[in-house]
């Protein structure tokens, strides 16, 4: 992956042999030096090893002037090439042969789960151009903004329960006695270990019965997991990353078919430990979650699933949720059956400051309260201020009364900072009132997911599944079928978030 610009002066030569003869190792060093690009690496802590240019003191890939002409690759757009190179790098990208065969696979279906909100402005939105919009705000539409910020989430606030539960089956992986091979966090296992256990405590896992051997079947009374409709055959992680949570979930319940999602490959995965485990049938999924058509994974067919997902980043929350949705819709109308395939959703948020308008799954509710695309994407890009604060206290749950707040949307204030503009304002906020508007501003975004799950039949929760100072993306949003999915609400449902496939 190609380093961001950073043309650092390079390090201080090393000093010149003075020793008789001249030409020592110290002199042939400085010509290999100079023969060099002079960008820095600060990751490697070297210069980059390749040729300069001739007249230039830097690489094709670090000139600044070619940077300037380099374009995202069309493929793949996490790396760039440079314009006058485009064609015939599309016709030998190395991505190419990757897309192509996702492309033909029976589970890939193009923007299945983005949803469209029908408004031209929806076009996805970067943090750096949010940002921005809300510097070329005046003083007094930026502080009319905190107000309405303020009033909207004081008439929909509802307390959020502290829920850091740790079952007893998950104890052997906080007491660390595990493989060592397996690279090991206690943060990382404290969280996996409380999403665990607050999907138990809601009802959607069943404990087992002999801990020492989950899949042992004569300790839960059943020949076949897969044939007991009431338990969990099989175990979705969107988002996974390295798998982790899912390594404990399967690891500590004896589910025994696990499907990873994620667009992006990594080392030090869970997957090696999991497929050795031969009770354990592992597929990875290497796609985007918005392309994901869950119901045909061959695999999948048939089985209850759970879906989870720790720290999904950016709009994957919303996008995950419709992809469970849609299979339920695909599902119910095929079978004409009112039993959900789906036996619950377990999903920790995260990074609501790159979150999209036409994925979220409850426009409709933001613009009830008066809320516009630009103020939601305004909101978005607040949220980032609660993960900067000192969290050693539960920011989330101090009172706008508690923090200035109230008194930087007040006239005397904004009559003080008239000569100011909203960068000298945001930058001479402090740091707790930041980080509570950033709070507030995740609050509204994620009840309006759950009152979205809610109006979907499902019985849904909102909870803090471990405290700030362990992880202050902190909101674990839990739902499962109340006995039954109702088609008719599912169909008119799914029709106003426009989730329905084509």
């Given at each position: 992956?190609?380093?961001?610009l950073?043309?650092?002066?390079?390090?201080d030569?090393p000093?010149?042999?003075?020793?008789?003869?001249?030409?020592?190792?110290?002199?042939e060093e400085e010509?290999?030096?100079k023969?060099?690009?002079?960008y820095?690496?600060?990751?490697?802590?070297?210069?980059?090893?390749?040729?300069?240019l001739?007249?230039?003191?830097?690489?094709?890939n670090?000139e600044t002037?070619?940077?300037?002409?380099?374009?995202?690759?069309?493929?793949?757009p996490?790396?760039?090439?440079?314009?006058?190179?485009?064609?015939?790098?599309?016709?030998?990208c190395?991505?190419?042969?990757?897309a192509?065969?996702?492309?033909?696979q029976?589970?890939?279906s193009?923007?299945?789960?983005?949803?469209?909100?029908?408004?031209?402005k929806?076009d996805?939105?970067?943090?750096?151009a949010?940002r921005?919009?809300?510097?070329?705000?005046?003083?007094?539409?930026?502080?009319?903004?905190l107000?309405?910020?303020?009033?909207i989430?004081?008439?929909?606030?509802?307390?959020?329960p502290?829920?850091?539960?740790?079952?007893?089956?998950?104890?052997?992986?906080?007491?660390?006695r595990?493989?060592r091979k397996?690279?090991?966090?206690?943060?990382?296992?404290?969280?996996?270990?409380?999403?665990?256990?607050?999907i138990?405590?809601?009802g959607?896992?069943?404990?087992?019965?002999?801990?020492?051997?989950?899949?042992?079947?004569?300790?839960?009374?059943?020949?076949?997991?897969?044939?007991?409709e009431?338990?969990?055959s099989?175990?979705?992680?969107?988002?996974a990353?390295?798998g982790?949570l899912?390594?404990?979930l399967?690891?500590?319940?004896g589910?025994?078919?696990?499907?990873?999602v994620?667009?992006?490959s990594?080392?030090?995965?869970?997957?090696?430990?999991?497929r050795?485990?031969?009770?354990?049938?592992?597929?990875?999924?290497?796609?985007?979650i918005?392309?994901?058509?869950l119901?045909?994974?061959?695999?999948?067919?048939g089985?209850?699933?759970?879906?989870?997902?720790?720290?999904?980043?950016?709009?994957?929350?919303d996008?995950?949720?419709?992809?469970?949705?849609?299979?339920e819709?695909?599902?119910?109308?095929?079978?004409?059956?009112?039993s959900?395939?789906?036996?619950?959703?377990a999903l920790?948020?995260?990074?609501?400051?790159?979150?999209?308008?036409?994925h979220y799954?409850?426009?409709?509710?933001l613009l009830?309260l008066?809320?516009?695309?630009?103020?939601?994407?305004?909101?978005?890009?607040f949220?980032?201020?609660?993960?900067?604060?000192?969290?050693?206290?539960?920011?989330?749950?101090?009172?706008?009364?508690?923090?200035?707040?109230?008194?930087?949307?007040?006239?005397?204030?904004q009559?003080?900072?008239?000569?100011?503009?909203?960068?000298?304002?945001?930058?001479?906020?402090?740091v707790?009132?930041?980080?509570?508007?950033?709070?507030?501003?995740?609050?509204?975004?994620?009840?309006?997911?759950?009152?979205?799950?809610?109006?979907?039949?499902?019985?849904?929760?909102l909870v803090?599944?471990?405290?700030?100072?362990?992880?202050?993306?902190n909101?674990?949003?839990?739902?499962?079928?109340?006995?039954?999915?109702?088609?008719?609400?599912?169909?008119?449902?799914l029709?106003?978030l426009?989730?329905?496939?084509?």
């Amino acid at each position: 992956m190609r380093h961001l610009l950073t043309h650092a002066p390079p390090p201080d030569p090393p000093p010149t042999s003075t020793s008789a003869g001249g030409g020592g190792p110290v002199e042939e060093e400085e010509v290999t030096t100079k023969k060099r690009c002079q960008y820095w690496l600060p990751n490697k802590r070297r210069l980059c090893a390749n040729t300069p240019l001739p007249f230039s003191r830097f690489c094709g890939n670090h000139e600044t002037t070619a940077e300037a002409r380099r374009i995202p690759c069309p493929i793949d757009p996490s790396h760039s090439v440079s314009g006058e190179n485009l064609k015939s790098h599309v016709k030998r990208c190395p991505f190419k042969k990757q897309a192509q065969v996702l492309e033909s696979q029976p589970y890939y279906s193009k923007g299945i789960n983005s949803g469209s909100s029908g408004d031209g402005k929806a076009d996805a939105v970067g943090s750096a151009a949010k940002r921005n919009a809300i510097f070329r705000m005046s003083v007094q539409d930026f502080h009319g903004l905190l107000g309405k910020i303020k009033l909207i989430h004081s008439s929909i606030s509802m307390v959020l329960p502290h829920s850091y539960l740790v079952p007893d089956a998950c104890s052997k992986w906080l007491n660390q006695r595990l493989d060592r091979k397996l690279p090991y966090q206690e943060k990382h296992a404290m969280q996996q270990a409380s999403i665990i256990g607050n999907i138990e405590a809601f009802g959607m896992l069943q404990k087992p019965k002999d801990l020492t051997n989950p899949f042992c079947q004569e300790c839960d009374g059943s020949d076949d997991v897969d044939g007991d409709e009431n338990r969990v055959s099989a175990v979705v992680e969107f988002g996974a990353g390295r798998g982790y949570l899912t390594h404990m979930l399967t690891d500590c319940y004896g589910i025994k078919k696990a499907f990873l999602v994620e667009r992006k490959s990594y080392k030090l995965k869970a997957d090696r430990s999991l497929r050795q485990n031969q009770r354990i049938s592992l597929e990875r999924l290497r796609i985007d979650i918005a392309d994901l058509n869950l119901d045909e994974v061959h695999f999948l067919k048939g089985l209850g699933h759970l879906a989870i997902g720790k720290h999904l980043c950016g709009p994957a929350t919303d996008l995950t949720i419709r992809c469970c949705l849609n299979r339920e819709y695909n599902q119910s109308k095929e079978t004409h059956s009112t039993s959900s395939h789906l036996k619950g959703i377990a999903l920790a948020t995260c990074c609501h400051h790159l979150c999209q308008w036409k994925h979220y799954t409850n426009t409709k509710f933001l613009l009830s309260l008066g809320i516009t695309v630009e103020e939601f994407h305004a909101m978005t890009w607040f949220t980032s201020w609660a993960v900067d604060a000192d969290h050693s206290s539960e920011l989330s749950d101090v009172s706008p009364q508690e923090t200035n707040l109230s008194t930087i949307c007040s006239e005397d204030k904004q009559s003080n900072l008239e000569d100011s503009d909203v960068e000298q304002i945001i930058r001479g906020m402090p740091v707790l009132d930041r980080a509570h508007l950033g709070f507030i501003c995740k609050e509204i975004i994620d009840i309006g997911r759950l009152l979205s799950l809610r109006d979907q039949g499902m019985d849904a929760q909102l909870v803090k599944y471990v405290p700030s100072n362990i992880s202050p993306e902190n909101h674990l949003l839990l739902a499962k079928s109340r006995f039954e999915f109702p088609t008719v609400i599912m169909e008119s449902s799914l029709a106003a978030l426009n989730l329905k496939s084509s």
